[in-house]
C-alpha cells in the first residue's frame, strides 16, 4: 500500500516520499507503547482478586474467588448465578471437567468447563 502511495505521489509531484527504519527499532517502540497503554503483564494478575470482588458486588449470588500465595497467581473460578441457576434447573447429571495449565506470563488459558 505505500509502494502504491509513494508512485502516485511521485507522478504527480514529481518527489519522492519514503522512510527507512530498523525492524529492531520499530518492535522495541512498538513494545515500549503497548507496556505504557497496557501495562506490564506483571501487574495484570494484581488485579484478579479485585476482578472477583467486582463480580460478586455486581450479583451476590455469583461465585467467583482468587487463591494467590506471595504475590503468585495459583487459581481462580467463576460462576455467574445465570449459568449456575441454568445448570440446576435445565442440565442432565452430568459434569465434564476440562482444563489446562499457564506457562509464563503470557501461558495459555487453564479453564474448566461444566455441561
Given at each position: 500500500?505505500?509502494?502504491?502511495?509513494?508512485?502516485?505521489?511521485?507522478?504527480?509531484?514529481?518527489?519522492?516520499?519514503g522512510?527507512?527504519?530498523?525492524?529492531h527499532a520499530?518492535?522495541?517502540?512498538?513494545?515500549?507503547?503497548?507496556?505504557?497503554?497496557?501495562?506490564?503483564?506483571e501487574d495484570?494478575?494484581?488485579l484478579?482478586?479485585?476482578?472477583?470482588?467486582?463480580?460478586?458486588?455486581?450479583?451476590?449470588?455469583?461465585?467467583?474467588f482468587?487463591?494467590?500465595?506471595?504475590?503468585?497467581?495459583?487459581r481462580?473460578?467463576?460462576?455467574y448465578?445465570?449459568?449456575?441457576?441454568?445448570?440446576?434447573?435445565g442440565?442432565?447429571?452430568?459434569?465434564?471437567?476440562?482444563g489446562?495449565?499457564?506457562?509464563g506470563?503470557?501461558?495459555?488459558?487453564?479453564?474448566?468447563?461444566?455441561?
Open positions: 500500500m505505500l509502494g502504491l502511495l509513494s508512485k502516485r505521489y511521485h507522478a504527480v509531484f514529481g518527489a519522492r516520499i522512510y527507512s527504519a530498523d525492524i520499530v518492535m522495541e517502540g512498538k513494545e515500549f507503547v503497548q507496556m505504557m497503554v497496557l501495562g506490564q503483564l495484570h494478575y494484581k484478579l482478586p479485585w476482578m472477583c470482588a467486582a463480580i460478586i458486588r455486581a450479583n451476590s449470588e455469583s461465585v467467583a482468587c487463591e494467590v500465595e506471595e504475590c503468585r497467581f495459583l481462580m473460578f467463576v460462576a448465578a445465570t449459568n449456575i441457576n441454568g445448570f440446576k434447573l442440565c442432565r447429571m452430568m459434569l465434564f471437567i476440562g489446562c495449565h499457564l506457562s506470563l503470557q501461558g495459555k488459558f487453564a479453564g474448566s468447563v461444566c455441561v
